[in-house]
């Protein structure tokens, strides 16, 4: 008789962190081999990956860990106004420029496609990568405030992404001028906010750490 060994959390994450690397390999090469950009700087394709899949498997791993949320609607407010809170920051989210718009601009696997759109009230400017980014993010601290029922996670993680608004609104702008413009507005500020995103997903990971043992010690006393 065959036995199922259940995967554990890190085998969950780390599978679907190889999953998102080889669709973004995968992607990218027919990309370059299709359309046969200019890149002056290799480093725009990294980003891409290395946000998406920092992002997918630090969601994958606490979603999987943190089982304990006794309030979870309190997490889903804080997380949903976390995640408008990062959008509106890095410019996915912005005021009308009073024109109505709906387009969507190809480039590289990550940073594109772009969605752009307006309808007079509101402006969006979709980067996949930034917004799979943030979504893990918003995902995390809403797990974390419903196990907790504490915001002060989503107010280190917030603290911590503020720092690469600054680059982001400048690659959005970039963006409209091709994958050149792309990689030279990559080279003066993606390094800083990759660093400084993947550190918060650290702090977060850790702090679901920390969360998981505090639940298990009442639940190991009523046993």
Known sequence: MALHRRLSPLEY??????????????ATASYLSVQQPILTDSRVLVYPIVWSTAGVVAAVWVGRTVRVRPRPWLGVAVGVGYTLALCWLSGIVGATTGTQTSQLVLSLPGWGPIFLYDNGLVSLSIVPFKLVAYLSLGYIVAILVSAAGSARTAVLGLASCVSCAAPLLLAVAGLFGGTQATAMVASTGYDLA?????ATFGLLVRAAQKTTAACEIPNAEGQ
């Not at 994450?13 to 995968?26: D, L, N, P, Q, T």
């Not at 990759?194 to 993947?198: A, D, K, S």
Request: without cysteine; glycine residues 10%.
């Open 194 to 198: 990759t660093i400084v995103l993947v």
């Open 13 to 26: 994450a780390v599978g679907s962190g190889v999953i998102v690397v080889a669709v973004f390999a995968a």
